[in-house]
């Protein structure tokens, strides 16, 4: 069983070394269309719920409904499943996922009542295999590349990632 478990997390950091490379080589030009935030969010919610299904995911925000960026589809999910799966995994009780506009830009806030990130850890948290201490077992998983996956793709797509409070936790 112990080997089983060993080879099992070889093979995802193996496949996550893959994508984060993957991800850095890219075009940022590559394969770019228009997607309706909302739809992306929701089922992103959808899938991600059976990881904690005693968490809930919500989607909120006043303009949701027309607003739309130019991404490459499966980059744009990765990033925003990421960012998920680590909210639910840190959290008590619920993940919010809130859509707004501020000018020409959309805003994705992914806010858990979790107990937070110190704000001296909270630029680290997106180097490669940077996992804060109480992190650091099997039952957490990761491989402390999920959110550097993260700052590749979004900052490759033009856009921005960090870390603040959320009135949750």
Known sequence: KEIDDDLAELDS????LLVYHRVGSSRPDAAKEILRVQD????LAQRTARFRPEIVVRVVGNERADSQVLANRDLF?????NLLINAVRHARASVTLE???????VLVAVCDDGPGIPPADRDR???PF????????RDTGGTGLGLAIVRRIVDGQGGSVLVDDAPAG
């Open 125 to 127: 948290i997106f180097e």
């Open 13 to 16: 950091l193996i496949e996550e």
């Open 99 to 105: 859509i707004a506009r501020r000018d020409a830009q």
């Open 77 to 81: 999910q990765r990033a925003l499943q």
């Open 130 to 137: 940077t996992r804060l201490d109480g992190s650091r077992s």
């Open 40 to 43: 992306e969010l929701e089922n």
